[in-house]
């Protein structure tokens, strides 16, 4: 799934765990244990592939994503972060969509393997850069757990002598065999309808994809059920830390708006994000930390 990027091995980290480069110098941590292949990009500390062996990719990537230090990948799981989407904020400001921690260089800090799979650790902290857009110290860590699942938990730490509050979301692209012949359970009794003008809606039972959605369930700590039908399975969610859970997928006359979108991408894939979009925020007081998390299997 990502033999289309051509990396080449720089360094060893463990008997599965390669460092990685491709033509242009963009870092890659790539994962082939004897259960599973994985990659993440050390730009936005991005999980860009998961694959069990002999299964179905769990994860969508875009191959017409750009790999470039000013843009977000196109696919995976981005790191959205310190707010979700374009706030009046960032807006006004000119800030990036969806916070700076999927568009900045992250530090791969920790590595173990064991017999069933790995644990890495990617952390961000403040610098001049990040002040000038969001001016709070911090230390962010992202811990994933990879095996027969994935466990992703955002540790947002708050290292300023102020309490600060963040949005964002694990801005999961799910893999599908055919969007169109999946549904979602498990989402909460109402949404706010993103495509209409964020108009509250109560929600059916089971969500039958077969359109452009772009929607937000308020819920904390919730189980969502992906039915992927064509691929005979069910994708099985878990989130912590949460107040939302939003799902989205642009279908056929928005995904040809996206130039690092093939026109019919949005057929293999769905986004259900583990999204903190309360307009308040999650308040972190000075010197404590708040963890934001999602397991997928
Ligand atoms: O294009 P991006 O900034 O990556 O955002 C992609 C999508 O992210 C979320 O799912 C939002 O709810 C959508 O409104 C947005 O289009």
Redesign the pocket.
């Known amino acids: 799934m990502i033999s289309h990027l051509r990396l080449k091995t720089t360094k060893n980290l463990s008997p599965s765990i390669n460092m990685q480069v491709d033509d242009n110098g963009f870092e890659f941590v790539v994962i082939n244990h004897k259960n599973f292949d994985a990659t993440f990009s050390l730009h936005g500390a991005h999980l860009i592939h998961f694959q069990i062996k002999q299964q179905a990719p769990l994860i969508y990537l875009s191959k017409s994503t750009p790999y470039n230090h000013s843009k977000?990948i196109r696919g995976g799981v981005?790191i959205c972060w310190p707010w979700f989407?374009n706030t009046e904020e960032s807006k006004s400001k000119n800030l990036p969509?969806?916070g700076f921690a999927r568009i900045s260089q992250w530090i791969l800090s920790a590595v173990n393997e064991y017999e069933t799979g790995v644990d890495l650790e990617f952390t961000l902290t403040a610098t001049a850069e990040t002040k000038a857009i969001w001016n709070h110290d911090f230390s962010l860590t992202l811990k994933a757990s990879l095996s027969d699942h994935i466990e992703l938990s955002l540790v947002t730490d708050n290292t300023s002598n102020e309490d600060f509050t963040y949005g964002g979301a694990l801005?999961t692209y799910l893999h599908v065999a055919d969007s169109g012949r999946c549904s979602v359970e498990g989402l909460a009794a109402s949404y706010k309808d993103?495509l209409d003008n964020g108009k509250r809606k109560n929600s059916d039972q089971i969500l039958n994809i077969n359109g452009s959605v772009?929607s937000i369930y308020d819920a904390n700590e919730q189980k969502i059920v992906v039915n992927d039908e064509s691929n005979q399975r069910k994708i099985v969610i878990n989130n912590k830390g949460n107040d939302s859970v939003?799902v989205?997928n642009p279908w056929i006359e928005i995904a040809k708006k996206f130039v690092d979108l093939p026109d019919d991408g949005y057929k293999t894939m769905l986004?259900v994000?583990s999204a903190i979009t309360a307009k308040q925020g999650v308040l972190v007081k000075s010197g404590c930390s708040h963890t934001l998390k999602t397991v997928i299997k």
Request: aromatic share 8%; charged share 15%.
């Open positions: 977000a981005p989407g969509s969806h801005h993103s772009d939003v989205w986004c994000e």
